[in-house]
């Protein structure tokens, strides 16, 4: 998940070089200006409600482990009606971040090969400086659980409908009807 140099609407940067061993626990709610700058960013007709719960902590020695969730009620066009669409986001957040040089973040092995498993945790994250922006890292995973064809229940489009006739009228239409019906 590489970082959008434009910073998220619920941006909310956290400094990461002094973390209790236990962790620290962040919880995060949008505020209206924030809903609607989300909303506008991801194709939605409204953000009625944006939160997070995380957990920060470190992570072998320099890095830093963030789990959570991110909920968000939202509204939507239906892609086949367009009408508004109530949906929910509730979306479990898991990342591994670690610093710029860290020796965490070299490839090992004579190869310099990246192994990745498909089902397996995604490769850590660098970050630079001291702080992580836990809002960003949540609007990833916001924007990950938005279904991107919504449609309300039993909507569909009718692919064997013949078009309206004032559809036709057009000089273009009658030229495409010409070329079909051989004239």
Request: charged share 25%; net charge negative; with cysteine.
């Amino acid at each position: 998940m590489a970082r959008d140099p434009v910073t998220s609407p619920v941006s909310y940067e956290l400094n990461v070089s002094r973390l209790p061993a236990k962790g620290i626990t962040i919880t995060m709610e949008a505020d209206t200006a924030q809903r609607v700058a989300l909303a506008r960013t991801h194709g939605l007709l409204s953000v009625e409600f944006f939160s997070t719960e995380l957990l920060v902590r470190p992570w072998r020695g320099d890095g830093v482990r963030v789990t959570g969730r991110v909920t968000a009620d939202m509204t939507q066009a239906c892609v086949v009606t367009l009408e508004p669409l109530a949906a929910r986001v509730d979306e479990e957040i898991s990342a591994v971040f670690i610093p710029e040089g860290s020796k965490l973040a070299r490839i090992e092995g004579e190869s310099g090969e990246i192994v990745i498993e498909p089902e397996g945790a995604d490769l850590p994250e660098t970050f630079s400086g001291d702080t992580i922006d836990l809002g960003a890292l949540a609007e990833e995973f916001f924007a990950l659980g938005i279904d991107p064809y919504p449609r309300k229940e039993g909507a569909a489009f009718d692919i064997t409908a013949e078009p309206p006739e004032e559809a036709a009228a057009g000089p273009l239409q009658e030229a495409l009807m010409r070329l079909r019906n051989g004239r």
